[in-house]
């Protein structure tokens, strides 16, 4: 198990911070994979539903620290505590169990086979909440219609939350439902095996994430509301982009983009996918999309499958 004394010091919990002071962190780490690689992953919400109760099945066999996580349609992002071998295992264990769960559930094999997986190291404190609020502000920087505290699959919910108001959510009841008290059906469908040996609470189908988020650490890394509503308002994308993190100024989420891609595919080449068209059909896919959507140019080398420098040369 990890100590949390240990924790505590390697994210300077313990250290009084004063105005102009860079506070070390140790054995920190910001996973995303590449959402360039591929056109999805999550394609229907019960693949969201699925993903987000794997989260939780993965890391009861990897010792590391689950601050923060967000699952998008085509990539994901974690925010990890522990020893750098450990946190990589858990985070390429689960992109195997998904790369499987894509093969049982939509017949796409080795789908994330190739998918890279990139990690940044955290070494301060104002990186780390920096990088917290850039993996859970992804769904509204992405043109999707939430605010970064109510999008479904990422943990951004859990954070400074109060009870007893009528805008507590149903999950901070003290009412939940169990794991062991699914139906056999249920356990099939939402966690693909026969039974589950553990007992956890659940809204709904999915196991409530502060099972395996560590929300009290957080709440201690920015220590007050104030604190975190300003990180959340300030942290710039540049930030993390700088250190080698991605992240899209969208118009339109990737999801809708990669269904008007497919059209413009089969209508222009007689194709559904861009795998097998030339750099110069898909530079002419991105400037039709950059012309009826207003896209990014992030986003075009995202979902047309090009670099970033080519769509900027051509667009």
């Not at 890391?59 to 923060?68: G, H, S």
């Not at 990890?80 to 992109?95: I, P, S, T």
């Not at 709440?219 to 990180?231: A, D, G, H, P, W």
Request: charged residues 25%; glycine residues 6%; contains cysteine.
């Amino acid at each position: 198990m990890l100590d949390r004394k240990t924790m505590a010091e390697d994210l300077g919990l313990n250290i009084r911070f004063t105005k102009g002071q860079e506070i070390p962190v140790r054995n920190c780490w910001h996973f995303s994979t590449d959402g360039n690689a591929i056109d999805g992953i999550f394609f229907e919400r019960l693949d969201f539903v699925v993903g987000m109760n794997r989260i939780y099945m993965v890391k009861q066999n990897y010792e590391c620290v689950i601050l923060a996580f967000c699952l998008m349609d085509n990539h994901l992002h974690f925010v990890l505590y522990g020893e750098f071998d450990e946190c990589n295992r858990f985070m390429h264990e689960y992109v195997r169990r998904t790369s499987i769960f894509i093969n049982s559930g939509h017949g796409q094999e080795k789908h994330l086979s190739k998918v890279p997986i990139h990690y940044q190291t955290i070494d301060t404190q104002r990186y780390l909440k920096t990088a917290i609020c850039y993996v859970i502000k992804n769904p509204p920087v992405a043109g999707l219609p939430y605010t970064f505290y109510d999008y479904p699959w990422s943990s951004g919910a859990l954070y400074f939350r109060k009870r007893d108001e009528w805008t507590t959510p149903k999950w901070a009841s003290d009412v939940m439902n169990r794991s062991s008290s699914l139906k056999y059906m249920n356990v099939r469908r939402i966690f693909r095996q026969d039974t589950v040996e553990f007992d956890v609470g659940m809204v709904g189908e999915i196991v409530f994430p502060g099972e395996y988020v560590d929300v009290c650490t957080v709440e201690s890394l920015f220590k007050t509301e104030r604190s975190y509503i300003y990180f959340m308002n300030n942290a710039r994308e540049y930030e993390v982009e700088s250190k080698g993190g991605d992240i899209s100024r969208l118009s339109i989420p990737d999801s809708e983009l990669v269904q008007h891609k497919r059209e413009l595919c089969q209508r222009y080449f007689g194709v559904e996918s861009t795998r097998t068209l030339s750099t110069d059909k898909r530079l002419f896919l991105c400037r039709v999309l950059k012309s009826q959507y207003n896209c990014s140019n992030k986003q075009l080398a995202r979902i047309c499958g090009l670099k970033y420098s080519e769509v900027m040369g051509m667009i």
